[in-house]
């Protein structure tokens, strides 16, 4: 199995900028997860989706962020506009149901 | 929401044993786990414990849970370069899991 598969892997991007960030969960795995990790605020979860519908997006900073899952093999994580304060490093994980959840590598977004 | 904590910063000598410690507040957690990150990588799984347990083993790493106390350890014996990274420690609850801050541990050659 290849685990999830995040992409891009590095992005950099200017102020006001839309940004998209990719995901593509383990086969089989029925939840998604996104995470925003920080140097000052570490891994803060943004949302999270089962079975494709989103459960609990108390998470995300601001309207500025959308996310969907479309289907069980992808899911996207949208910022725009884009500003400095949103560079981080973007990871997705997913879970089959039983509770350990599976990392991707992460996504590294600066914003300029 | 859920509080995990845990120390921020542990520096050992290569062979000796580590003990990351983590404490968690939610009493109905069905798992309790441990994930390391390494640099510019995502979070590895590296072992988990069932909360009807006190203790597991893996190799080099124990898994202690004191469940009256909600203390969980990760002990790493012969600690060795290569385990230099950030522990996670991570309750499971409603559906979700709620991560500590992590420890950085340094490995002294």
């Known amino acids: 199995d290849a685990g999830v598969i995040q992409s891009p892997r590095h992005e950099v991007t200017e102020m006001g900028q839309e940004v998209t960030l990719r995901c593509k969960p383990i086969?089989?795995?029925?939840?998604l997860f996104w995470y925003r990790q920080t140097m000052m605020r570490g891994l803060e979860l943004l949302i999270y989706?089962?079975?494709?519908?989103?459960?609990?997006d108390s998470g995300m900073p601001e309207d500025r962020f959308s996310a969907k899952m479309p289907n069980a093999s992808f899911s996207t994580l949208k910022i725009q506009p884009s500003e400095p304060r949103d560079s981080a490093v973007y990871f997705c994980?997913?879970?089959?149901?039983?509770?350990?959840?599976?990392f991707g590598p992460g996504t590294r977004l600066t914003v300029t | 929401g859920e509080d995990v904590e845990q120390s921020l910063f542990l520096s050992v000598r290569e062979g000796d044993s580590s003990v990351i410690n983590c404490t968690y507040t939610?009493?109905?957690?069905?798992?309790l786990y441990w994930y390391k990150q390494e640099p510019g990588a995502g979070l590895q799984l590296l072992t988990y414990i069932f909360s009807n347990m006190d203790m597991k083993q893996d190799q080099r790493l124990t898994v202690l849970l004191n469940k009256k106390d909600k203390h969980l350890s990760l002990r790493i014996a012969d600690t060795q370069t290569g385990d230099s990274a950030i522990y996670f420690c991570?309750?499971?609850?409603?559906?979700?899991?709620?991560f500590g801050t992590g420890t950085r541990l340094t490995v002294i050659p």
């Open positions: 989706f089962n079975n494709n519908v989103p459960i609990d």
């Open positions: 939610d009493s109905s957690s069905t798992y």
């Open positions: 086969s089989g795995h029925n939840s």
């Open positions: 994980a997913s879970t089959p149901g039983s509770g350990e959840q599976y």
């Open positions: 991570a309750e499971s609850a409603a559906n979700n899991l709620f």
